[in-house]
């Protein structure tokens, strides 16, 4: 009877073990600022939604890892990278060699340009704008692009956030804002935002949209990559772009 319930116990044990086993999948912790519609933000029942969102979930479904996502404001998301509050930045955050000095990137998953927004019949001019103050979103390659051309401008104002650029605007605070153009484009469709249209063409300010990771985590990059190849190749990328916009942001 005890070497019975010996060896019970020891198919209990190993079974016991491997249920532990898948229950412990690896997780993906992800960067994300929340305040970036259609890309990031919280519905009313405090879930994350979005572009950003959708895609993280499913690269974590192609690297069958559990995805937790973690809050941060954006000037701080690449700092608590580094310091391994979490393992990738999905975020809109846009590939440029000053970035690449502090982080590693993925390939792009998705491209914008970056335009003004001005009031309808303004005449807002970004090359004859000495009289007009604008602002942006801080630590971003437009509030970059705008202290490098300070003189163009009266005044330049920088925010936390997409809502409080948009609010600036709308009070008159700013003549315009200068920012990511898809950013811009379901505000623009918006009752808020129906006075207000781009105002001239786009600037390209980048090298497209990508996901940051420590540059120690090759391996990381790499399965990364190998997801975004397969979700691009299957449809499912654009399956995801349907969800927000009616043509290809990629």
Not at 54 to 75: N, T, Y
Not at 187 to 216: H, K, M, T, V
Not at 233 to 249: E, K
Request: one cysteine or more.
């Amino acid at each position: 009877m005890r070497k019975l319930l010996a060896a019970l116990g020891l198919v209990l044990l190993t079974a016991a073990a491997a249920f532990g086993d898948e229950v412990s999948r690896e997780t993906l912790h992800v960067g994300v600022d929340p305040g970036y519609p259609p890309f990031s933000e919280i519905d009313d029942a405090d879930r994350l939604i979005g572009f950003d969102i959708d895609i993280a979930r499913e690269l974590c479904v192609r690297m069958d890892v559990e995805c937790a996502f973690v809050r941060q404001d954006w000037e701080g998301l690449i700092p608590a990278l580094r310091a391994g509050r979490f393992d990738a930045i999905v975020s809109s955050m846009s590939i440029t060699e000053k970035r690449r000095e502090l982080v590693a990137f993925t390939e792009r998953y998705y491209s914008s340009g970056v335009r003004f927004v001005a009031r309808k019949g303004s005449g807002f001019d970004a090359d004859d704008a000495a009289g007009r103050t604008v602002g942006a979103i801080r630590a971003t390659v437009a509030s970059d692009w705008l202290e490098d051309n300070r003189s163009r401008f009266a005044g330049i104002r920088l925010y936390d956030d997409q809502g409080a650029l948009d609010r600036a605007l709308i009070e008159g605070r700013v003549d315009a804002m200068f920012g990511d153009a898809l950013g811009f484009w379901k505000w623009l469709g918006s009752p808020e935002g129906a006075g207000f249209a781009y105002a001239g063409e786009p600037y390209r300010l980048d090298e497209g949209i990508g996901i940051a990771l420590r540059r120690e985590d090759e391996a990381l990059l790499r399965r990364l990559n190998d997801a975004l190849g397969a979700i691009l190749a299957d449809g499912t990328y654009g399956t995801i772009n349907a969800r927000y916009f009616p043509f290809s942001i990629y």
